[in-house]
């Protein structure tokens, strides 16, 4: 070999390790990224094998930012993630624009991978679930989690929970009365009985009402309802504790609505064998929820909702004008809602489900509504803290299906890869790796 030809070798190797050791690899969040969704992918990779990664709030749609690694730069190039290679000159003149008071930026560090549970059956028959279709999409791992696992005490496990739409009041989201809100059926390929019910003859109906009453005896309940009641209070003391709580649809409205009604019976005999208590609304407790207050209850078997938190079933907003907005925080000042808020659009279509958004008048004091509908006086996204822990809701189904139907295949992310809608999602799951500090007062 040359003389020449192993200096040339000898230079290349030294810049290539001071490139390695003094550069970062940044992933932009603006319009710029090819696939916004699997970025927050790779970030939970980078956290997975030990990193750490700077989530820089307001700067560039949010983007994350961590040190130069060849695998995980690789793992960009894999999953189709737009990446530029930062040197640490650059760096530090990005860390000196966040870090100007005048400027509302901020950075946070994320520094543990999150251990992820989603509360669902297995078996979900046609009602898929997005949170589920995200997580798979960007490639983050999770374990499934349902009555079983919850009521024998696996929960403490995780640091992260989200409940699928699920009914929680043990009404089976009332299929048997007629589909709800946003859930419709284009063409009817179900049979329909004489009190015009449509879902109530759908095998995988019929089959999920008679499993969830088998585990119920098997859990040693005599009704679905308390079973799902008992559920409810080990999520809830679950968020008590430290956990991060994460519902949409009819898992965020529905699981208040059941922990208010832990002293009485809201639930038909149609749905429990036995009768409503005549004075059921009068025995609700408010005091048992997370969220919601001074709601009433639908009783009413058939009714197109289970209270009146949801808009749902009295809404007058078209489609072409269904879009919410998120509120813009100080990033320096307000974290959590900064880091739950991220995203390169600030308005949102709109979309609906069994619970489509929230009634402003029904939330505690306390509760931050982070996007709303304000013409229409609707909370979209909200956030509180329970305890030591924090909870989510997000109203809708699936933000890329305005009314999700039955007959319709779930929705495939590779044609949605930068949906500011499952943004919101995803950014409930880094935010449980933030590094914990005191919140400025």
Known sequence: MSRHLKYVLAFSFLILSLFSRAASILMPMDEAQKDHLKAYGVAFWVLKNGGEV??????????????????????CKIRGVSYEIVPDGKVAQIVALINDPSVNMDLVKLEKAPRMAVYSPRNKGPLEDAVVLVLNYAEIPFDYVYDEEVLKGELPKYDWLHLHHEDFTGQYSKFNGGLLGGMTVKSNPFNTNATGSIASNQNWYVEDRKTQEDRAHRMGFKKVSKMKLAVAQNIRDFCAGGGFLFAMCSGADSFDIALAAANTDICDAKYDGDGIDPKAQSKLDFSQTVAFQNFTVALNPFA????????????????????????????????????????????????????????????????????????????????????????????????????????????????????????????NVLFPAAKKRKQKT
């Open 54 to 75: 700077d989530w820089l709030l307001n700067y560039r749609g949010g983007s994350f930012m961590t040190r130069y690694d060849v695998k995980a730069e690789n793992e």
């Open 304 to 427: 197109r909702n289970f209270s009146d938190i949801d808009v749902g079933h009295s809404r007058m907003v078209d489609r072409a004008h269904d879009f919410f907005t998120l509120f813009e925080f100080s990033a320096k000042w307000d974290v959590v809602p900064s880091m739950l808020t991220q995203d390169h659009e600030r308005v949102i279509k709109g979309f609906m489900g069994l619970a489509t958004a929230f009634k402003k008048d029904k939330l505690k004091p306390g509760v931050t509504i982070l996007g709303e509908l304000k013409t229409a006086n609707e909370a979209r996204y909200i956030h509180g803290e329970y305890g030591k822990g924090q909870w989510t809701f997000y109203g809708g189904h699936d933000p890329e299906d305005y009314q999700h139907s039955f007959t319709e295949p779930p929705t495939d992310l590779s044609l949605h890869p930068n949906s500011p809608g499952y943004r919101l999602i995803l950014n």
